[in-house]
T-cell receptor, first 112, second 115 residues
Framework: AQKITQTQPGMFVQEKEAVTLDCTYD???????LFWYKQPSSGEMIFLIY??????QNATEGRYSLNFQKARKSANLVISASQLGDSAMYFC?????????FGAGTILRVKS | AAGVIQSPRHLIKEKRETATLKCYPI?????VYWYQQGPGQDPQFLIS???????DKGSIPDRFSAQQFSDYHSELNMSSLELGDSALYFC??????????????FGSGTRLTVV
């Protein structure tokens, strides 16, 4: 079975600094997709970034980038120039069949 | 752009009551997913529908049922509610055409509180 592991229950980062949120995965499928979602305290699930297993380059979306290391089975999210509004829960997810399977999440707190 | 619409946003029910949650997917999205997220938990997959047929089933209790209608909206019916059913329930939709992995869009969720 596929599995997503997020080992950091919580992280702090100073405003304007960069932060890396860890995600490792386990799958035997050669084709897979990895996602990061942000969940603020209001509860909605906001899509941030996607990386396909065959994508040659690391995905980037504005201040978000994905440090994809296929051999290590890791897909870490890097947030550059953190803002107070980045404080939220962050989930890493993987496509399993047609559905998404989520990691346990990391709570990020941005300090001013 | 249209998003996934869920209603109601909040729902308070008593134990043993029933609840119906509704989801309106993005137009032309052919797949709908339901997730349950307990307090401090990650979202857990319940059930999905592709073109109005059940396509996958996860950890959905027998007390729950779901269906997708001809207009593609979906409803999650929950009976004999228990305190442990208190959670945030998400609906997501996706178009399986085109780029296969992309495009899971979540609604804002329905927060169910069972008292």
């Amino acid at each position: 079975a596929q599995k997503i592991t997020q080992t950091q229950p919580g992280m702090f980062v100073q405003e304007k600094e960069a932060v890396t949120l860890d995600c490792t995965y386990d799958t035997s499928d050669p084709s897979y997709g990895l996602f990061w979602y942000k969940q603020p305290s209001s509860g909605e699930m906001i899509f941030l970034i996607y990386q396909g297993s065959y994508d040659q380059q690391n995905a980037t979306e504005g201040r978000y980038s994905l440090n994809f290391q296929k051999a290590r089975k890791s897909a870490n999210l890097v947030i550059s120039a953190s803002q107070l509004g980045d404080s939220a829960m962050y989930f890493c997810a993987m496509r399993q069949g047609n559905k998404l399977v989520f990691g346990a999440g990391t709570i990020l707190r941005v300090k001013s | 752009a249209a998003g996934v619409i869920q209603s109601p946003r909040h729902l308070i029910k008593e134990k043993r009551e029933t609840a119906t949650l509704k989801c309106y997917p993005i137009p032309r999205h052919d797949t709908v997913y339901w997730y349950q997220q307990g307090p401090g938990q990650d979202p857990q997959f319940l059930i999905s529908f592709y073109e109005k047929m059940q396509s996958d089933k996860g950890s959905i209790p027998d007390r729950f049922s779901a269906q997708q209608f001809s207009d593609y909206h979906s409803e999650l019916n929950m009976s004999s509610l228990e305190l442990g059913d208190s959670a945030l329930y998400f609906c997501a939709s996706r178009s399986t055409g085109g780029r296969a992995d992309y495009g899971y869009t979540f609604g804002s969720g329905t927060r169910l509180t069972v008292v």
